[in-house]
């Protein structure tokens, strides 16, 4: 009888210790990564908790970071990625050979564009190049008409004739924009299934119905021009990331700042111009509601690039966006880039004037400060040269800051201007600064908002270093460095909801239309939407359904979003915020010009706030432990705050304390 007590005992205590490694062994994490031009940062949720780290980028081929940072970890885990990959490729042209198409008599359209001039008064403007060569525009002999109908079809001779141009000239992707085909796709359908035929499943081919199906020929051609021209790029990387990480289960952040899986990434590449931005800007919203915090200017500063952007309890969308010379109509995050980072390289002008970017060191060779073989001065350098980072601090796991570097690089700029190390260096900071609160002033008071009423919070890798400047430029008596600051951009990743977005194009009076009829298309764009979502593995009953609607008057060019309710509180909500935002209201026909979706997956818990050491410390030589500052004490600047991934410098008549979430608050005395 023992015995066999004994034996039960033992079997299931074999069974118990069996789960347990079973469940040590399988424990899903999810992992946020973020790609920069000097490094590639990670964020780890494990059971909740935040585990943070940096390796060196590694810009030829970006994947061999991910993979080399990820190699810490045992076991196959999520990852969320943010990749610069395709705004590199757009922003320096360095895409795939791709053909555009189009109906006839339009073949230049993008390079027409809205005609609007970017140097107004230039005399004798430099030419710029066209977004498509003319060589490699296409016209289909065919026509849809406003309304869906069929204008002229399309012949088999017509179509045979335009199948031999685009094969002769051999493109690596096909972007096809017909007019109208957000009202009927099917001759836009019938030319991309007969390219498809013809140039083979290695030739990357998108719709312009599929990309952007809204009203704008011009907009909706760049976007669908973009997608195919950074289509192949996108494709191949996310295809040597799926191989080195073969195993792993793979998203993308958009710049909405919901994630896709890498299917639907490298089809609509368009769709991540601002993929990294994005989860700086969730990161940044989700630790300041958890402080109290629901309005704020939020300042991104990595390596090559500061962006900034305004949170007034949501994150702020726009179909308005631009990357480089080219509008982007996608929905995207509304926020402000300037090429002004910790690698941002100083030099001087044909005037001998100090200029400040936007070229940058880059991971390699980097600042002069990282001993790796770079000669130019960069912010960074400034920085270090003025003490406001430590001299030998580690930056990332393979590098230490070298200030005598720094001052070397400074003295050899400066005697070509007559500056001495330290004012060139205090100067590079003054216009570091003074870029960065531009910037907020065209997010906040160009957009009728007072900056003093929102919460300056930095974050990125060099954020924390240039807090109390930008402030001190703006007017401002406080700002917030939030926890995990220098890796906040991935921990947004790691935290972002999955989800999909569909727009439609309606194009309909307010009169020829029902609150059906607008049921019915959101009902058909959410159902699209949650298959999707559901082939991820992601359950019906962890997603939520938000719907706007873009109405206009009649012969207007630009809409107003407002959340869709019913047509005729809508209605009256648009005459509403017409006049607030424009003064009057018109006796003309509203018209629908779209509706659009979003279906996102329920946000994922998480504990932000970092681990604290037990023992409290008091600054060294002007120098603390943001881990070992006591619990809302104040200290007096100027001070240097340090952490694994970041670090921040408290100006002279500035304070600054910790919160319970980790945060480092700054106020001016």
Known sequence: MLRGRVGSFARRLDCLVSGIMRTMTTEHLIVGVDTGGTFTDFVCLRRGRIESWKVRSTPDAPEQAIIEGLSRLA?????????????????????????????????????????????????????????????????????????????????????????????????EAVAVSLLFS????????????????????????????????????????IATYLNAFVGPKMHRYLSRLQQGLAAWSISVMQSSGLTVGVDQAAKRSVDLLLSGPAGGLEGARKIALAAGIDRLITLDMGGTSTDVALIDQTIAMTSDGRIGRYPIAVPMVRMETIGAGGGSLAWLDSGGGLQLGPRSAGADPGPACYGLGGTQVTVTDANLALGRLPDGAGFGEQIRLQRDKSISALDALGQTCGMTALDLASGIVQIADEQMAQAVRRVSVSKGYDPRSFVLTCFGGAGGLHACGVADTLGLDRAMIPAHAGVLSALGMAVASAGRQRVHGVLKTVDQLSDDDVQALLS??????????????????????????????????????????????????????????????????????????????????????????????????????????????????????????????????????????????????
């Open 75 to 171: 076991g196959a885990h999520r990852l969320v990625h943010g990749s610069t990959v395709a705004t590199n490729a757009v922003l320096e042209g360095k895409g795939a050979r791709a053909a555009f198409v189009t109906n006839k008599g339009f073949a230049d359209t993008l390079t027409i564009g809205r005609q609007a001039r970017a140097e107004l008064y230039q005399l004798n403007p430099q030419p710029l190049q066209p977004p498509v060569a003319p060589s490699l525009c296409f016209e289909v002999d065919a026509r849809t008409g406003a309304d869906g109908s069929a204008v002229s079809e399309l012949s088999d001779d017509s179509l045979q004739d335009l199948l031999d141009q685009i094969a002769a000239a051999k493109p």
């Open 524 to 669: 058909r764009m959410s159902l699209e939407a949650k298959s999707e979502l559901q082939e991820q593995g992601i359950a019906a009953d962890q997603l939520t359904l938000e719907a706007v609607i873009n109405m206009r008057y009649l012969g207007q060019g630009f809409s107003i979003e407002l959340p869709w309710i019913d047509l005729q509180r809508c209605t009256q909500a648009f005459e509403a915020e017409h006049e607030s935002r424009y003064g009057y209201r018109l006796a003309r026909p509203i018209e629908v010009a779209s509706l659009r979706c979003a279906v996102t997956e329920s946000g994922r818990a998480f504990d932000h706030t970092p681990s604290m050491n037990s023992a409290t410390e008091c600054p060294t030589n002007g120098v603390i432990n943001r881990q070992s500052m006591p619990l809302d004490q104040v200290f007096d600047g100027p001070l240097i705050v340090i952490d694994p991934v970041g670090t921040c410098f408290v100006a002279e008549h500035w304070q600054v304390c910790r919160d319970r979430g980790g945060n480092l608050r700054l106020r001016k005395h």
């Open 182 to 221: 957000f009202v009927s796709p099917s001759l836009e359908n019938a030319v991309v299934e007969a390219l498809q035929a013809r140039l083979g499943p290695d030739v990357f081919i998108c719709a312009s119905h599929q990309v952007l199906p809204e009203i704008g020929e011009y907009e909706r051609g």
